[in-house]
C-alpha cells in the first residue's frame, strides 16, 4: 500500500518557454520540490521562442531551442519525454499571415518528415502536437490539419515513436474517428495519446487502448477519480503554457500536485490511485524507469 509521503508525481503534457518564460530549468526545480520526478515536455510554435521566421528553418530553430529544454530539465533531475511537432493552430495563424494554404499543408509536412528522424534517430521521444482544430475553422484549413496528422501518425508507427494529439472535445465521436484512422494506419493505440482529454473522451479512449491525459483541474479530476476504469488508466497533466502574460493556464505543474493531495485529503483518491497514475501508468505509457 502507498503511503502519502512515498507518493511521486508526474505531468503527462507541459511546454516550456525559455524566452520569455520560467525556463525548464526552473520549471522543473519548482516541481521536482513538490515531489515530481517525470515530465513530458513539448515543444512550441517557432513564434512563442521570438522566431520570427515562419518557415521550415523557423521551425527547425524552435524543434533544436525545445530540444535544449528537454536536455535541460533532464539535468535538474526529472525523467523527461521529448516531443515536438505541428500544432493544428498553427495551419490557422500561418494561413492568416498570408501563406497560401498549399504552402502550410507541405509545410507541416516537412515538419512531421524532420521530426520523425529526430525520433528515429533517438533524440527525441515523440511527436506532438498535431491533430485537429477544437475550435470552428474553415474547411480547408481542417483538412490541412488532418492531412499533417494522417501523416504523422504514419511516421509515429514506422519509427516506433510516440504521439500527442490535440483533438476536439466532441464526446465519444471524437475517440469513434479518430479509431477509424489508427486502424487503417496500422499504428499500435499505445503509442497514441489523446491531450487534455475531458473525462468521458477519456473513458471511450482508454477502453479502446489509447493513453490519455486528463487536466489536472481540481473539479476535472474529482469526475475522473470516481470513474474507476478512467482512473484505473489515465494519466494527469498541467498543459502549462509557460507564459507570463496567461500565468498558471492551463495549470502549474506543482499546483496540480496540490490539488491531487487535496484529493486524498477529501477522501475523493487513495493513495493507491495515485500511484498507479503518476508511477505505474507513466512508466508503461512512455517507456521510462521509474527514478528518484
Not at 19 to 42: D, H, P, Q, S, Y
Not at 48 to 61: D, L, Q, R, T
Not at 116 to 129: H, M, Q
Not at 139 to 162: K, T, V, Y
Amino acid at each position: 500500500m502507498a503511503r502519502l509521503e512515498d507518493l511521486r508525481f508526474a505531468d503527462a503534457h507541459v511546454h516550456s518557454n525559455p524566452v520569455n518564460g520560467l525556463g525548464a530549468a526552473e520549471i522543473a526545480k519548482r516541481f521536482k520540490r513538490k515531489g515530481g520526478w517525470f515530465i513530458a515536455l513539448v515543444g512550441l510554435s517557432p513564434w512563442h521562442y521570438n522566431i520570427e521566421e515562419k518557415n521550415y528553418n523557423g521551425y527547425v530553430k524552435a524543434i533544436q531551442l525545445h530540444i535544449r529544454e528537454c536536455r535541460t530539465a533532464a539535468t535538474q533531475g526529472l525523467q523527461v519525454a521529448c516531443f515536438a511537432g505541428f500544432h493544428p493552430a498553427d495551419v490557422d495563424k500561418l494561413v492568416s499571415a498570408g501563406k497560401h494554404p498549399e504552402e502550410v499543408f507541405y509545410l507541416g509536412l516537412r515538419v512531421v518528415e524532420y521530426v520523425g528522424k529526430l525520433c528515429r534517430d533517438g533524440i527525441i521521444d515523440g511527436i506532438g502536437e498535431v491533430g485537429r482544430q477544437h475550435y470552428r475553422t474553415s474547411p480547408d484549413r481542417f483538412a490541412i490539419a488532418i492531412s499533417i496528422m494522417l501523416r504523422a501518425l504514419e511516421i509515429a508507427r514506422d519509427n516506433d515513436c510516440l504521439v500527442h494529439l490535440h483533438l476536439e472535445n466532441a464526446g465519444p465521436v471524437t475517440v469513434l474517428t479518430l479509431d477509424e484512422v489508427v486502424e487503417r494506419i496500422g499504428i499500435d493505440r499505445g503509442k497514441v495519446f489523446l491531450h487534455h482529454a475531458k473525462p468521458n473522451i477519456g473513458l471511450e479512449a482508454v477502453k479502446r487502448g489509447y493513453q490519455v491525459t486528463i487536466p489536472g483541474h481540481k473539479e476535472t479530476l474529482r469526475y475522473a477519480f470516481n470513474v474507476k476504469e478512467l482512473a484505473e488508466n489515465m494519466l494527469i497533466e498541467s498543459d502549462y503554457i509557460d507564459d507570463p502574460r496567461r500565468p498558471c493556464v492551463s495549470s502549474c505543474p506543482w499546483d496540480v500536485v496540490d490539488r491531487e493531495l487535496e484529493l486524498v485529503k477529501e477522501g475523493v483518491v487513495d493513495e493507491d490511485t495515485l500511484y498507479k497514475i503518476n508511477i505505474d501508468n507513466v512508466v508503461k505509457a512512455y517507456g521510462v524507469e521509474y527514478k528518484v
